[in-house]
C-alpha cells in the first residue's frame, strides 16, 4: 500500500526556470510533510517541511504548497540552478498513536535534472 | 558538527551469508533509526530507538533482520541469512526528537550502506 506517492519519475528544467515537484498522499492521518534531496552516493538530506495547518511555506528559492483537501503537495524551486539536480523526495509523518514519532513513509522520488 | 558517520559504504555477499552494518550517529542525538532504500523506491523504516530502547520495530523482518543500539550511542544492524531482496541501501538516521510534535529536529542521513547479495 502506497500511502505517498510520486508520480512523475524525473523532470528536466532548464536553468532559471520553474521546478515543480509534485506528490500525493492518501493517509488522511498525516499531519506533517517534509522533502529531502538526494545526491548520489550520499544520503537524503532535509529541505523543507509544513504543518498540516499551513497551506504554504518558503524558504528562499524552495516553497512548498499544502492542499489537504486534494492530499496533494508540491514543491516549487524558482529559479532553478543546475546544483539541484538530485533526487527529491516527499515524506509524511503523523502522530500514531504516541509512540511513532518521527517515523517518515517516503515517496518513490522524482529525479531533477536542471540544464545550464 | 560531524554527521551521522556509517560503515562500511559497501557490502558483497552470497545469499545464506550474514551481514553487519555500523552507525554512530550525531552527539546528543536521543533517537537512531534504520532504513531499508530499494533500487527505486523510497527508504522504509526498519527499526526505531530512543535511547537503547526500541521504540518501534513493526516493519523489521524479525526472523532475519536484528539490531541493537548499546548504551545509547552506536547501534548495528545484522541480517542473517541474507536474501537476494535484501539487496539496498541501509541508511541510518538520527535526530534530536524525543517526543511527540519535536517537527524542528528532522532526521539526518549518513551516507548509507549499500548491500549487494549474489
Known amino acids: 500500500d502506497q500511502q505517498v506517492k510520486q508520480n512523475s519519475p524525473s523532470l528536466s528544467v532548464q536553468e532559471g526556470r520553474i521546478s515543480i515537484l509534485n506528490c500525493d498522499y492518501t493517509n488522511s492521518m498525516f499531519d506533517y510533510f517534509l522533502w529531502y534531496k538526494k545526491y548520489p552516493a550520499e544520503g537524503p538530506t532535509f529541505l523543507i517541511s509544513?504543518?498540516?495547518?499551513?497551506d504554504k511555506n518558503e524558504d528562499g528559492r524552495f516553497t512548498v504548497f499544502l492542499n489537504k483537501s486534494a492530499k496533494h503537495l508540491s514543491l516549487h524551486i524558482v529559479p532553478s540552478q543546475p546544483g539541484d539536480s538530485a533526487v527529491y523526495f516527499c515524506?509524511?509523518?503523523?502522530?500514531?498513536?504516541?509512540?511513532?514519532?518521527?517515523?517518515?513513509?517516503f515517496g518513490q522520488g522524482t529525479i531533477l535534472t536542471v540544464h545550464p | 558538527e560531524a554527521g551521522v558517520a556509517q560503515s562500511p559504504r559497501y557490502k558483497i555477499i552470497e545469499k545464506r551469508q550474514s551481514v553487519a552494518f555500523w552507525c554512530n550517529p550525531i552527539?546528543?542525538?536521543?533517537?537512531l533509526y534504520w532504513y531499508q532504500q530499494i533500487l527505486g523506491q523510497g527508504p522504509k523504516l526498519l527499526i526505531q530507538f530512543q535511547n537503547n530502547g526500541v521504540v518501534d520495530d513493526s516493519q523489521l523482518p524479525k526472523d532475519r533482520f536484528s539490531a541493537e543500539r548499546l548504551k545509547g550511542v552506536d547501534s548495528t544492524l545484522k541480517i542473517q541469512p541474507a536474501k537476494l531482496e535484501d539487496s539496498a541501501v541501509y541508511l541510518c538516521a538520527s535526530s534530536l526528537r524525543q517526543g511527540k510534535y519535536s517537527y524542528n529536529s528532522p532526521l539526518h542521513f549518513g551516507n548509507g550502506t549499500r548491500l549487494t547479495v549474489t
Open positions: 552527539s546528543g542525538h536521543a533517537t
Open positions: 509544513i504543518s498540516s495547518i499551513k
Open positions: 515524506a509524511a509523518e503523523w502522530e500514531a498513536g504516541g509512540t511513532s514519532y518521527g517515523k517518515l513513509t
